[in-house]
Nanobody
């Protein structure tokens, strides 16, 4: 599967953005999809993930501010980000995980100004 992220950009602190991850094929059977981010000089970290059941998990730093969802009919995963902070600035990557493969998108830049 190929993944393409979109929706990144420049936003002021306190603002909102919605990221999208479009898959090239059905995501119905993808066990786990997630958003990761990587800031300059730091390791890539898990932001939020969602299982095929709909159950989700979040990094402590984004709980209550970010919401992950997936639309199997549109083969798309989303990340709604609210109350953004400068420390959320990073390249955000989409990830798909199954027992057969793991795939990554090319990333989308999110920059939050103070």
């Amino acid at each position: 599967v190929q993944l393409v992220e979109s929706g990144g950009g420049l936003v002021q602190a306190g603002g909102s953005l919605r990221l999208s991850c479009a898959a090239s094929e059905s995501i119905f059977s993808i066990n786990y999809m997630a958003w990761y981010r990587q800031a300059p000089g730091l390791e890539r970290e898990l932001v939020a993930g969602i299982w095929s059941s709909g159950r989700s998990n979040y990094a402590d730093s984004v709980k209550g501010r970010f919401a992950i969802s997936r639309d199997n009919a549109k083969n798309t995963m989303y990340l709604q980000m609210s109350d953004l902070k400068p420390e959320d600035t990073a390249v955000y990557y989409c990830n798909a995980f199954t027992i057969e493969y793991q795939a990554w998108g090319q990333g989308t830049q999110v920059t939050v100004s103070s």
